[in-house]
């Protein structure tokens, strides 16, 4: 069957039994699930068209490979996030980012060091700020040898150069007296022709050598410049995320003369670099804050020097996406919004307790559209939402054995303890852990609960009760997967027509950026706000 074929009574009426409620077709079911992903329900603007219609008859940039900074999944969103970042930014003619979430600068470091931008990094931990900083102080580190590399491998490529072009002078020449000898035995029954009219002149190949070898000088002089630009260019664009004591200048002595002029020459570059780097670099920085963002939050108060910038978020936990965006809405200053949500378990629901608290702003849901309905989703389906069904499809499988340990721990903390709800959380236990009951003990200590009440032998107890129902637990977790994009989406859905309410809003859209084996988490909410008239 196929989805396009479907209708919404086609797929809702067999799934689940219609007196008890219970799914009886999982067929049916998970067509259902695909029916209603961003990716079926063509909601979802393509990466491409956006950027092409951003950059009109502009080109595309290519700097530096982010693979030498971060691990594969940050380089890929990094990589991804920034170019579009560059260009909604040129769209809009504004130099200044805020980062919202900006953890250890990722991103903040890499938007102001390959595109020039000025970018301050907010986030609410003082120890990932604290972070922020050290990795900047290493990236300094790495500067330094990736600009050692850099004049190295150009000078090892002009070297290169150098001795080949003489080889292939001499090979041309020979070629050309080859042929021209040739053409003279052939036109030497010719009257009007003499050999002396034909045969090269004497000294021809040590002329023709001599005069290759000046011109293999101008091309590698030209070369070389070329080279030297494309380096210096990289310079500027590291440089202008580094205080301006943070490069050395370069000094070696060497013996021969005509090389130490061609070493004056490049301290001489070095220096006005150096001297450039110190101009910009106010600019075209990187600054690492700490805040705790909320929808409330006067940005004028953190960043003293706010101009017309954009806001980015790079996986923003739980309500901070939601109220990123708000704080977008509200203020002028801010023309662009790019924000990729994440944790959605975090996000807090309106109608999710049934507590009427009208002056609280809430994650979910933002439109009107949903408030009018008071729709929920309650903590399980956030949860579910949080899942990677790309990555099982291709083979990564879910922790089944960790949750099992965790679904049993919770029948021993309700049945023990008498315990149902707790603001405490096991975290990582698992892999911490040499066994179930050290996996249990451990997980009651991080509760604050006694378990010196309960022997080894009582825990093991549970284990075995539960053990032969692991496959039980397996399949509905399989069935979360499968249901996962749906509630995505809807989380998606109530952020964009939240930002399709308002009226000084010029564009907006979903658009996957990343590959979702690579980065779950791959669906940016985008936005950007109408210009003013003069």
Known sequence: MKIKHLKDDDMFSNVFCENSKKLIDIHLFALAAQYY????????TPLEDLLEALRGDNQATTGIKTDEFMNNKKSHEVQVMSELVDNIAKYCGIKQVIDIGSGKGYLSSFLSMQYNLKVYGIDSSNTTTNGAHE???K??????AYQSRARANVESQRLEKANDRPVQSEINCKAINEKLLNKTSSLQHQDQVTIQDLSPPCGFTGIATSESSKQTEVDLASRTQSDESKLSEEVLAILNVLPADAVEVFSSSRSNCGELCEEEKEQRKMASLKAKASKLRESNLYF???SCITAETELSDIITDLEDCMMVGLHT????AANTLRIFTAKPEIKAVCNVGCCYHLLSEQFEN???????VWGFPMCQYLKDKGWCCGRNARMSACLALERVAVGQMLPTESLFYRAVLQVIIEEI?????SDRHVGKTFSKSSSFIDYVRKSLKKLELDDSKLPDSCIMDYYEKYKHRMNELEAFNMLKVVLAPCIEVLILLDRLCYLKEQDNIAWSGLVKLFDPVKSPRCHAVIALKKQPRF
């Open 317 to 320: 936990c739980g309500d901070l």
């Open 37 to 44: 992903s961003v990716s079926n329900l063509g909601v979802s």
């Open 135 to 137: 990795r900047n102080r």
């Open 354 to 360: 049934q507590e009427d608290s009208p002056e609280e």
């Open 417 to 421: 303890y008498g315990v149902t709800k």
């Open 288 to 290: 690492p804050l700490t």
């Open 139 to 144: 990236l300094k580190k790495h500067w330094r």
